[in-house]
């Protein structure tokens, strides 16, 4: 992901605890942590829509400790 225009959260620095996100050219969203910047996921852009939309209703809260 290195050699693609990534963009992260304005909120965020350019330190830890950030989420980059690129759309990929062969198609899909490509996702990386900066504490793990070797692995990289990818997404639909659908899918990753469902999963912000549940992230903001609250359907992950459970999850936290």
């Keep these: 992901m290195a050699s693609l225009n990534r963009q992260n959260s304005i909120y965020s620095s350019e330190s830890a605890n950030c989420i980059y996100l690129v759309v990929a050219p062969e198609g899909g969203i490509k996702l990386r942590e900066s ?31």
């Design 35 to 65: 504490d793990d910047p070797d692995t990289v996921l990818t997404a639909s852009p659908g899918a990753l829509g469902a999963f912000l939309c549940g992230v903001k209703a609250g359907e992950f809260d459970h999850l936290t400790t």
